[in-house]
């Protein structure tokens, strides 16, 4: 019974959109955004868990594609291309003598940072409202799903004498961080996640804010291993996210309406 009523449901819809004039347009966007790595994992200094946060910074450009069907319910379709970057601030890492037996000072003090940059394709599907509230003006209400793809991600770890300020290229006895060849080991390419936003349109222009909240855990099992965190632990904080929000402004450069 419940396939009947839904398949009716789905038949009704689809026969309502052929009938509806249906308009379309096409334009373009650019904007801020801000991929945010999350995990929540114990600390290695009280035990407690705490929540800790990889921002990633840049552009987002994009081609859009909107169908509008009945008193202001769409669709809103775009393709992005996304750059991204962090650099840190310097930490403190103490090398302890017995690590290497007379090569360091007990405990001495070096500083790192590192730098990621990360080159993302998403491909967004938004449900979305349009309310007019002025001639031509209109405020929109959006949902829906998101796929990302990492095309590239590239990171450096910078390591320096906390005295001196003189750069080392490498401490040999610490690896921090990951780089280029360890992204397929720690961090998954793909993401799937759902959003929800809001906008303001006016004639062809547009601003609109989303924020999507990752479906998919981004870290691998080599990652928690690493981390000595236990991967198909079912307690839901110590499960990775990958979160992103955006700002974008956009124009319309077509649309079957004009």
């Known amino acids: 019974m419940k396939k009947i009523v839904l398949s009716a449901l789905l038949l009704m819809i689809s026969w309502?959109?052929?009938?509806?004039?249906?308009?379309?347009?096409i334009g373009l966007q650019v904007g801020f955004e801000r991929q945010l790595y999350m995990l929540n994992s114990p600390s290695a200094k009280d035990g407690k868990t705490h929540l800790n946060k990889e921002p990633l910074n840049g552009a987002k450009l994009g081609f859009v594609y909107e169908a509008t069907f009945i008193k202001g319910f769409g669709l809103y379709t775009a393709l992005n291309y996304s750059f991204t970057g962090h650099t840190s601030n310097w930490g403190v890492i103490e090398v302890p003598d017995k690590v290497v037996p007379g090569q360091y000072h007990p405990s001495y003090q070096y500083e790192y940072k590192y730098k990621a940059e990360a080159h993302t394709l998403d491909?967004?599907?938004e449900f979305q409202y349009k309310f007019e509230i002025a001639g031509n003006t209109y405020l929109?209400?959006?949902?829906?799903?998101?796929?990302?793809?990492?095309?590239?991600?590239?990171?450096?770890?910078?390591?320096?004498?906390?005295?001196?300020?003189?750069?080392i290229e490498k401490l040999p006895i610490y690896v921090i961080g990951y780089n280029a060849d360890e992204m397929e080991k720690y961090y998954?390419?793909?993401?799937?996640?759902?959003?929800?936003?809001?906008?303001?349109?006016?004639?062809?222009?547009?601003?609109?804010?989303?924020?999507?909240?990752?479906?998919?855990?981004?870290?691998?099992?080599?990652?928690?291993?690493?981390?000595?965190?236990?991967?198909?632990?079912?307690?839901r904080l110590t499960r990775g996210r990958l979160d992103d929000w955006?700002?974008?402004?956009?124009?319309f450069l077509w649309s079957s309406d004009k």
């Not at 955006?246 to 124009?251: A, D, E, M, T, Y």
């Open 123 to 125: 491909l967004n599907l």
């Open 16 to 25: 309502t959109m052929m009938k509806a004039e249906v308009s379309h347009a």
């Open 188 to 235: 998954k390419r793909w993401n799937v996640s759902w959003g929800i936003g809001a906008g303001f349109q006016y004639d062809r222009y547009y601003l609109r804010f989303t924020y999507n909240f990752g479906l998919v855990n981004p870290y691998t099992k080599d990652a928690f291993k690493e981390m000595d965190i236990p991967y198909d632990c079912e307690d």
């Open 246 to 251: 955006s700002i974008r402004l956009g124009v």
């Open 140 to 167: 929109t209400l959006l949902t829906g799903p998101s796929a990302q793809f990492i095309a590239k991600y590239d990171a450096k770890d910078f390591f320096r004498d906390k005295i001196s300020g003189q750069e």
